[in-house]
């Protein structure tokens, strides 16, 4: 090993109290562009999941659940929720000018006894006309599923026996849709005939879910896919004109409207991150030129002894990246350890899809960031080497830096 | 032959910190959901409450060892941590399992939290373990 590096890092364990303070700032400089980077980039990836999810350019709910909020509390949040319209809107939708597809979808809460201890969102879809959930269970499952069968969001573990009984309707999880970090990641998919005789055995019951509207007649949101050539906001409009009760809503000014919450939580992580940096590199700069001058006998002794500057400078540096190396990997270890356990806590608390960006990047992001918060503090300490091998030997012993 | 090292070291104070804040936390921000209506408790309860032993037990080691001198012992205790925190690990949701929606408080709280803190608590208890081994090889040549 170097000269150089053994005494460097003999300095280290000499001045532990010393090394442990810079390995604290190298740390938090690395963990603060890692874990922010991390953060918008998952921000970015669950904002591209929601909007893939929702799979259609309009989507028409009842005007109530748009009031209210239920239906972005189901797609975002994953509070089970349910709504009804009558059936009759989506024929009347199918004939409008400018739809191309139209096809319906039934939500429904399950009873806590259905399978998971709590409240479960179960979707139904029409396998003949769906556009939107379709892709998505071919793409897992390979096939189309059959009645009575059903698809778990990947927030549900499928029991040993794959069996889930709702509202005394038995089925059969067949597969488990992939993360999307929203709100569906926990909801159950099953065809229209599925769904619909859960809704019969929920009324006979007595669950009172669908007031004035009849259960074989209810839909509770019907997903249109708009003609080429015709723009999806006017048809939206035109359907918000035509008929009352129902709200016609383009899947853009949803994806839009989170867009801009998710700009504000960007900026605020970017503004922190520059915060962090701009604070840690005045105290490296105001630490290094400290340690460089409580350290002028022992550099000027050296220097008396044989040491050449290089060799000086060398031994700064050497250290430096030790504990800037050091400092960043375990700073890194920490916030990925942190981000990666509680991204769920993270997207509940920010009510925002998010959904963790895939390994690969992780690990690129991981080493990106080591790197460039050691070239920052090499910088730094660059500025007090070069004050100490500026200076002759002599006058530094007799009058200080 | 036994050998006294210095008390209080930083590697001690980590332990005792860490083991202290995983027992407290535990013990409220990641407990996992309370009793259902009619009284009974998830299936995740059982979990939390063979982590939450085993929290206590490391906390008791870790205070023992704090105030010990002796370094063989406090080797035995810092293996006694590790293994403890491996053991943790494991509990929610492979040994004992958990809810069967992972958006769940047992999942997203109760779970990650033990995980977080008993991987740090391992790595601090390894620390420990390797430079008192060393310490102990290097006073012995």
Redesign the interface.
């Known amino acids: 090993m170097r000269f150089e590096i053994k005494l460097a890092i003999k300095n280290i364990k000499g001045h532990w109290g010393r090394s442990a303070a810079l390995f604290a700032l190298a740390a938090l400089l690395a963990c603060s562009i890692f874990g922010g980077s991390i953060i918008i980039r998952s921000l970015q990836n669950g904002l591209r999941s929601y909007e893939k999810r929702l799979g259609a350019d309009i989507i028409v709910i009842p005007e109530e659940a748009a009031g209210e909020g239920t239906f972005e509390s189901i797609l975002l949040q994953g509070i089970p929720g349910y709504f009804y319209m009558d059936m009759d809107v989506l024929e009347a939708i199918r004939g409008l000018e400018g739809v191309k597809a139209a096809s319906p979808q039934f939500y429904l809460a399950s009873a806590s006894s259905g399978c998971c201890d709590t409240l479960v969102q179960i979707i139904g879809f029409d396998p003949d006309s769906d556009f939107s959930v379709k892709p998505w269970i071919l793409e897992n499952y390979g096939k189309m599923i059959n009645d009575g069968d059903v698809i778990v969001g990947s927030d549900i573990r499928i029991p040993e026996n794959k069996s889930f009984r709702f509202y005394n309707v038995e089925c059969r999880a067949v597969a488990k849709l992939g993360k999307t970090g929203t709100g569906l990641d926990s909801a159950i998919y099953a065809d229209m005939n599925t769904i619909q005789r859960m809704m019969e055995s929920a009324d006979k019951i007595g669950f009172d879910y669908f007031e004035s509207v009849e259960p074989e007649n209810a839909v509770s949101s019907v997903l249109i896919d708009v003609t080429d050539g015709y723009e999806v906001r006017d048809v939206a409009r035109k359907i918000n004109l035509e008929f009352e009760g129902v709200r016609a809503i383009s899947s853009k000014d949803m994806v839009s409207g989170i867009s801009e919450g998710l700009s504000g939580v960007s900026k605020v992580v970017g503004g922190l991150i520059v915060f962090i940096w701009g604070l840690s590199i005045a105290v490296l700069i105001v630490s290094f030129n400290m340690i460089v001058n409580e350290r002028v006998g022992e550099l000027a002794l050296l220097r008396i002894i044989g040491g050449t500057k290089k060799m000086l400078a060398g031994v700064l540096l050497w250290e430096t990246i030790i504990i800037s190396v050091g400092g960043g990997l375990l700073g890194n270890a920490l916030a990925s350890l942190v981000i990666i356990s509680f991204s769920d806590i993270l997207r509940d608390a920010l009510k925002v899809p998010l959904l963790l960006t895939n390994g690969w990047i992780i690990g690129i992001v991981f080493l990106f960031s080591v790197l460039v918060s050691t070239i920052v503090c090499v910088l730094t300490s660059v500025i007090a080497a070069n004050r100490i091998t500026s200076k002759d030997t002599a006058l530094i012993l007799r009058e200080g830096l | 032959m036994s050998t006294k090292t210095k008390r209080f070291g930083i590697t001690d104070t980590i332990l005792l910190v860490l083991s202290a804040s995983y027992y407290l936390l535990l013990l409220t921000v990641f407990k996992p959901c309370g009793p259902?209506e009619d009284g009974s408790f998830?299936?995740c309860q059982w979990s939390w409450r063979a982590v939450l032993v085993l929290a206590a037990l490391t906390l008791i080691l870790s205070i023992v060892r704090f105030v010990i001198a002796e370094n063989n012992i406090r080797l035995g205790l810092s293996i006694a941590i590790l293994s403890q925190s491996v053991a943790a690990i494991f509990i929610p949701g492979t040994i004992i399992p958990l809810?069967?929606?992972?958006?769940?408080r047992c999942?997203?709280?109760t779970k990650?939290?033990n995980?977080?803190l008993a991987?740090?608590i391992a790595a601090a208890a390894v620390v420990d373990i390797v430079l008192k081994v060393k310490a102990k090889y290097s006073k012995k040549k």
Do not use: P
Request: aromatic content about 12%.
């Open positions: 259902k998830m299936v809810c069967m929606m992972e958006s769940m999942h997203e709280y990650q939290g995980f977080v991987i740090l």
